[in-house]
């Protein structure tokens, strides 16, 4: 590798710790700790399968074409995480900056990218498709997640980003074949 392309990623890397460092720095706030786990939390697999149920169940015909458009992004969010997660295996900051500590349990070893912004973005993209006054708090709702999951010290903002990106891709690309 050439040594600037090497020293600009280094540099990159050392703001991506910097950045995490300085955002897990918000733990020391008891009730905006709270706030985070919980919106970590409901942005588990759990809470957006329940979701996808609920509107096949209870959202008639436009719920039920949302529902099924839900899962197939799902089963492509899901495939892809799970390949760039083995395939890069980024440690979590937790393991590797002094300073920071995981706040709550993590689904598996590597950070990259985070699954949880991911699925809040491509989700919350195609929700507001389907039910545009939802638009703002599904928004709000993706940025907790990602602010969350960098301040309880389980992803780096970059994490976060590539998460974000895929998100918006994967949702994008499914609302187009609706």
Same mark, same amino acid.
């Given at each position: 590798m050439p040594r600037w392309l090497d020293a600009s990623r280094l540099h990159g890397v050392e703001l991506d710790r910097r950045w995490a @460092? !300085? @955002?897990?720095?918000g733990t020391a706030r008891p009730l905006l700790l709270r706030l985070l786990v919980v919106c970590s939390r409901l942005g588990d697999a759990g809470p957006w399968l329940a979701l996808g149920v609920a509107l096949a169940v209870f959202g008639g015909p436009t719920g039920r074409h949302c529902s099924l458009l839900f899962a197939e992004l799902g089963l492509a969010n899901l495939a892809i995480y799970w390949v760039l997660k083995r395939g890069t295996r980024r440690s979590r900051p937790f393991d590797q900056c002094p300073g920071i500590r995981a706040c709550c349990t993590v689904p598996d070893r590597f950070s990259f990218p985070s699954g949880h912004t991911l699925h !809040? $973005? !491509?989700f919350g993209l195609l929700l507001a498709a389907f039910y545009p006054a939802w638009a703002p708090l599904l928004a709000a709702f993706a940025l907790l997640v990602a602010l969350a999951r960098i301040v309880l010290? @389980?992803?780096?903002?970059?994490? $976060? !980003?590539a998460g974000a990106a895929l998100g918006a891709i994967t949702g994008t690309l499914v609302l187009l074949t609706r």
């Open positions: @460092l !300085a @955002l897990h720095r !809040a $973005v !491509a010290g @389980l992803h780096y903002p970059s994490d $976060v !980003a």
